[in-house]
């Protein structure tokens, strides 16, 4: 056994994009790969050709490995194609999340200093008043009302792929082979504070995250997608279903109306559902065709108190998974699960422990921060990319800092209690609450801003943002409201708005965010829901 074996590192034909999709497509090339709600289905073989097809239009637009490239578009066939043939090429995915708009897109742009990024033609008019970075080429793709203006300096083109597949000869080659160390993406998550943080991930962090992790999934498996793959909650179930052989449905977004004929329709046996997901499905009226369905593996993050009852309704087995895109599912539960927050034992090649503020591990039964090292090489992220300060504080005297409340019981099972960090939780969506205050704070009426967590009835967080105004001006909430949904992404804009003359601090001058918190929806707070407005995802052709 050679030393990378020794030390777990598995080899590339196992975990690299590129030659698993090969190896796949000879062994198995007439087996349905994907196939898309209401739309085709493709073979390992189509799939495929269609990759390198793309990657021929990319490396004819100078895309080289180790290049960095920006995807900006909603699940689909063009987002699937987009991110393999990326990695065919050995370059690094760069997906951002469809809401991105403002001053948090200009700065994901400014971070990853991208040259070319693949783009929905609907969303790229939002990069009109930015400052673009290194970006200098889009190739655009779907349908929109008008065509989009960028930024000088920015040219726009079709994404167009010359027909024919070409083989994987020298326009398709590598300068050298891909290797499990290296930069497979780079996914942007909001953290506790400040700006969006790149996360740089390898091959064998995603293998780990994904096709390393799940016992309970087979190449007989058709796994739903139904969250955003430009979030790695579904990026790793795509990628284990690609190394098992197994496949992969996809809809465009979650939709709680649609969700059950889509399963019907993809014929789908596997999914991961957000809490609120479930939670939005548990209160669909109950229908004679609840146990009509191909599904049998429900994966639910994080596992609630209401979680349960999705077993009983639907008839499935029931797992969880604790993960974050800078980790690899070191924890997982299932079936038989019974009691909220349980997230289970350390899999192999992890070490867990409950740590105190200066990092001591704390007895069993105690609450503290969640901490995690590995022993398999690269299988935790690489770093935030061009951030080297937040990198060294995350990985404070060797180990993960996950800002999660966890405690751990005496068998060693783990159990999530409350997140520790200073972050908005909504719809699946991390909100840094700094980054929100900013966006408020620009706004002439506002003279301070703080954004917190309220509960939600449809689990997870809504969001309180409590302001004051300048002297001689007036902030109304429906302006602020209407304001902001041209300037940050939907999921950020506030449900509740509450204006105060002075915000609760300290002796010096420090905002005491805990008692706006304490006080939740005082008497005077305005709802945008109750007041009729309601935001949505931008949908795309």
């Known amino acids: ?22 190896n796949q497509a000879k062994k198995i090339p007439d087996r349905i790969f994907v196939r898309f709600h209401n739309g085709p289905a493709w073979t390992y073989a189509q799939t495929l050709a269609q990759v390198r097809r793309r990657a021929a239009t990319l490396r004819r637009e100078g895309v080289r490995q180790g290049d960095r490239v920006l995807c900006w578009m909603g699940n689909g066939p063009e987002l699937l194609t987009s991110w393999f043939a990326i990695n065919y090429l050995g370059a690094v995915y760069v997906p951002l999340n469809t809401a991105l708009r403002g001053r948090p897109l200009e700065h994901v742009l400014e971070n990853a200093q991208a040259s070319l990024m693949l783009a929905h033609r609907a969303l790229a008019g939002r990069l009109r008043e930015l400052a673009p970075g290194a970006l200098s080429r889009v190739l655009l793709t779907g349908e929109a009302d008008a065509e989009p203006s960028v930024p000088a300096g920015v040219a726009l083109a079709e994404l167009e792929d010359a027909p024919g597949e070409p083989a994987a000869g020298d326009l398709l080659a590598t300068e050298s082979p891909i290797e499990p160390w290296d930069t497979q993406s780079i996914m942007y998550t909001s953290g506790t504070t400040g700006l969006s943080k790149g996360v740089v991930t390898s091959y064998v962090q995603l293998f780990t995250m994904g096709p390393d992790a799940f016992d309970c999934i087979t190449a007989e498996d058709r796994c739903m997608i139904a969250g955003p793959i430009f979030h790695c909650g579904s990026t790793l179930y795509v ?6 052989g197994g496949s992969i449905a996809m809809v465009p977004e ?16 596997v999914v991961l559902l957000l809490g609120v997901m479930a939670n939005f499905l548990l209160k669909q009226p109950a229908s004679p065709r609840d146990l009509e369905h191909p599904l049998r ?3 639910i993050v994080p596992f609630g108190e209401d979680a349960p009852a999705f077993k009983t309704r639907f008839g499935v087995d029931l797992y969880t998974v604790y993960n974050m895109t800078e980790i690899a599912s070191p924890l997982s539960a299932g079936p038989g699960l019974t009691e909220a927050g349980r997230c289970g034992k350390p899999r192999p090649w992890f070490e867990l422990r409950v740590g105190d503020a200066q990092d001591r591990s704390v007895p069993d039964g105690d609450v503290g921060e969640l901490l995690i090292r590995s022993h398999r090489p690269w299988a935790l992220f690489s770093g935030y990319y061009r951030n080297p300060e937040a990198t060294a504080a995350s990985m404070r005297n060797g180990w993960f800092h996950t800002g999660d409340a966890f405690r751990r019981d005496a068998e060693g099972v783990f159990y999530f209690v409350d997140r520790l960090k200073d972050v908005i939780r909504r719809r699946g969506e991390n909100i840094s609450s700094f980054e929100l205050e900013g966006e408020i704070c620009a706004h002439p009426a506002v003279r301070e801003a703080v954004a917190v967590a309220v509960p939600s009835e449809h689990g997870e967080d809504e969001v309180l943002a409590v302001v004051t105004a300048v002297d001689g001006a007036a902030v109304e909430p429906e302006t602020l409201i209407a304001w902001l949904a041209e300037r940050v992404p939907h999921y950020m804009v506030p449900r509740y708005v509450r204006v105060v003359d002075e915000l609760p601090k300290t002796a010096s001058g420090k905002l005491q965010k805990h008692v706006l918190r304490s006080e939740g929806l005082a008497e005077g707070t305005w709802d945008r829901e109750r007041a009729g ?6 949908k795309l052709a």
């Not at 056994?1 to 090969?22: F, T």
């Open 1 to 22: 056994m050679n030393q990378e074996a020794q030390a777990g590192v598995p080899d590339r034909q196992a975990c690299v994009l590129r030659y698993l999709l090969e």
């Open 239 to 244: 990628y284990a279903m690609l190394a098992y």
């Open 254 to 269: 979650f939709r709680t109306a649609e969700f059950w004929d889509a399963i019907r329709e993809t014929e789908s046996t």
């Open 297 to 299: 593996k429900v994966f």
């Open 533 to 538: 407005i309601r935001l949505r995802r931008e």
